[in-house]
């Protein structure tokens, strides 16, 4: 099973004692604000419990985040494959979801470029995607510092979004290993 440190933070298995501190980010108003609705505590549970599952049984998934030398748990950064069909699946999703007060420290792109590389390197993924509400321009920001490119004709509907809810239309990002190689040749 795969654990990542980077400079600040170490991405790792989920433990019991995350399933609070994720159901209290679960349920800020604004940290769900580009989801449809937050989920309730049984589904963030849930959710937890699936992510740690997929490391146990993949070596790698949407990994408990917390701080080297500080909180505990921030959130979940890392990879995963999106469960719905649409015309770039299937694929493997680099995402993110963390606790606002840890926001615009440039902890979700550091994590991000972790799971990337992890991505790339040891799993050996010839692209990954990333893909939010076309409304979420914080979460393309984090997609552009990792690389990823966006062409709009790969846009699409979210097909779990209801039809006609602002939130549906969504925007596409991504990142192949030969661009991601050229990139980190270059930094």
Same mark, same amino acid.
Request: no cysteine; net charge negative.
């Given at each position: 099973?795969?654990?990542?440190?980077t400079e600040r933070l170490r991405l790792r298995q989920w433990r019991d004692d995350d399933l609070e501190p994720f159901a209290a980010l679960n349920a800020d108003p604004e940290t769900m604000r580009f989801f449809p609705e937050p989920p309730l505590?049984?589904?963030?549970?849930?959710?937890?419990?699936h992510a740690h599952r997929h490391i146990e049984d993949e070596g790698w998934g949407l990994w408990a985040v917390e701080v080297v030398g500080g909180a505990n748990f921030i959130g979940f950064v890392g990879l995963s494959r999106p469960s719905f069909e649409e015309h770039f699946t299937p694929a493997v999703e680099v995402g993110w979801r963390l606790a606002r007060e840890?926001?615009?420290r440039g902890y979700a792109t550091e994590a991000g470029r972790a799971a *990337?590389? %992890?991505g790339f390197e040891e799993v050996g993924l010839e692209e990954i995607v990333s893909f939010t509400s076309e409304l979420n321009e914080p979460s393309?920001?984090?997609?552009e510092r990792l690389g990823m490119s966006h062409d709009p004709a790969d846009d699409f509907e979210h097909?779990?979004?209801?039809?006609?809810h602002p939130l549906r239309p969504h *925007?596409? %990002?991504?990142l192949s290993r030969s661009d991601w190689a050229v990139s980190r040749a270059a930094s």
């Amino acid at each position: 099973m795969a654990e990542l440190r980077t400079e600040r933070l170490r991405l790792r298995q989920w433990r019991d004692d995350d399933l609070e501190p994720f159901a209290a980010l679960n349920a800020d108003p604004e940290t769900m604000r580009f989801f449809p609705e937050p989920p309730l505590r049984a589904a963030s549970d849930a959710l937890a419990k699936h992510a740690h599952r997929h490391i146990e049984d993949e070596g790698w998934g949407l990994w408990a985040v917390e701080v080297v030398g500080g909180a505990n748990f921030i959130g979940f950064v890392g990879l995963s494959r999106p469960s719905f069909e649409e015309h770039f699946t299937p694929a493997v999703e680099v995402g993110w979801r963390l606790a606002r007060e840890h926001w615009g420290r440039g902890y979700a792109t550091e994590a991000g470029r972790a799971a *990337v590389a %992890y991505g790339f390197e040891e799993v050996g993924l010839e692209e990954i995607v990333s893909f939010t509400s076309e409304l979420n321009e914080p979460s393309w920001r984090v997609m552009e510092r990792l690389g990823m490119s966006h062409d709009p004709a790969d846009d699409f509907e979210h097909p779990r979004v209801p039809v006609g809810h602002p939130l549906r239309p969504h *925007v596409l %990002y991504r990142l192949s290993r030969s661009d991601w190689a050229v990139s980190r040749a270059a930094s």
